[in-house]
């Protein structure tokens, strides 16, 4: 294979257009973030052939290289090496040196085949190194078609993420009881690469809560979802926290009773260990209080304010300071990007199934 030869295939591979080429970016893109992924999508299916057909192309080539090689090393370097190396040549100038009438042209016509034998390797040698160079632009050509293989994949990743983000926000949008802190969350749902497990709403009423009231109680109908009812805003009640959106109560789904101290007790126990990124100001449950800054399961006895309810005997109050000083979200963003490894991991390795809560 010439120089020459190697060099149109190197050209080759690098003519492959880059996926999102100039003409394709100047065209307007859509704004709805499932159209930008088919988008995606289409475009990569479109890298994907080319890289297909370029690879093809490459495979033949060298195809035809390693024949030629072959050949090379068959029938041009075969009568070379074996006029040379078996000593015809030599027997051949003996009996010339007594028949020609002159001596001097009959060595150097054996010369002269000494030379075309060393040429003869040469070519071979050149062949097979030019093989060498077509092993190469096979691998360029397999990376090429992998590197066009991954992006697609990639690509349908972002199609089905940006719908299920479209369906959850939609489900959001019907929601009549959805307030500010609600709507902080969609616009940080919808923005972020992975579907966030808090942006699943829950089936109670989330109207006038602040960002990180909709948090903590987001993450109780992902951690818990045996739980029916979290209160949150209620306008008529004498301490200030419920009116104004920045206190949740998380309810026992049996009163209180039996399995629910475990339960209330775990609860509490999570929201203790993590309060300042939900921008936790205080706990109570079981009339006991635990304030922000105090050790984790260290409460303080409170009076007796004459109903199990009152009590807090069926439920774990949580109420936040201003509403929006913790950084939960980031802690939901970065659980569901490691829960969606996990799930890859297993789908790769055929386990077919992803880790419980």
């Known amino acids: 294979m010439s120089t020459g030869a190697v060099a149109l295939v190197c050209a080759v591979v690098l003519a492959v257009p880059a996926a999102g080429g100039a003409a394709e970016k100047s065209q307007p893109r859509p704004t709805d973030p499932v159209a930008q992924a088919k988008e995606r999508v289409s475009a990569a299916e479109k890298d994907l052939d080319r890289a297909l057909v370029t690879a093809r192309r490459i495979t033949a080539q060298a195809d035809r ?3 030629r090689a072959e050949d090379a090393r068959r029938d041009l370097g075969a009568y070379a090496r074996e006029a040379y190396r078996s000593g015809g040549v030599d027997l051949m100038g003996l009996a010339s040196l007594f028949d020609s009438p002159n001596p001097s042209d009959t060595m150097r016509r054996a010369m002269v085949v000494r030379l075309l034998a060393e040429h003869q390797d040469s070519q071979v040698a050149e062949a097979l190194a030019a093989v060498g160079r077509v092993d190469v632009l096979r691998d360029q050509a397999e990376d090429l ?5 991954s992006q697609l994949k990639a690509a349908e990743s972002s199609l089905r993420t940006a719908r299920q983000k479209r369906d959850i926000m939609g489900e959001l949008a019907r929601g009549a009881a959805a307030g500010v802190g609600t709507e902080q969350l969609t616009e940080l749902c ?7 497990d808090v942006c699943a709403p829950p089936p109670w009423s989330e109207q006038n809560l602040t960002f990180d009231a909709v948090m903590i109680e987001r993450y109780v109908h992902v951690r818990w979802p045996h739980i029916e009812v979290v209160g949150g805003w209620r306008p008529g009640d004498p301490y200030p926290d ?3 959106g920045r206190a949740v109560d998380i309810m026992m789904p049996s009163g209180g009773a039996g399995d629910d101290v475990a339960l209330g007790d775990a609860i509490a126990r999570y929201y203790q260990e993590n309060a300042a990124a939900y ?4 706990m109570i449950w079981r009339q006991r209080i635990w304030k922000a800054g105090e050790p984790i399961g260290q409460w303080t006895a409170m009076a007796d304010r004459g109903s199990p309810t009152a009590n807090h005997m069926d439920h774990v109050h949580i109420s936040v300071t201003n509403g929006s000083s913790g950084t939960a979200w980031q802690l939901a963003e970065q659980r569901s990007a490691d829960m969606a490894a996990l799930i890859g991991k297993d789908r790769e390795s055929g386990k077919g199934s992803s880790p419980g809560r």
Not at 279 to 282: K, N, R, T, W
């Open 242 to 244: 419920h009116p104004s």
């Open 145 to 149: 078609v992998t590197q066009a293989r």
């Open 190 to 196: 919808l923005a972020s690469d992975v579907v966030v």
């Open 279 to 282: 921008g936790i100001y205080y």
């Open 65 to 67: 290289a390693e024949r």
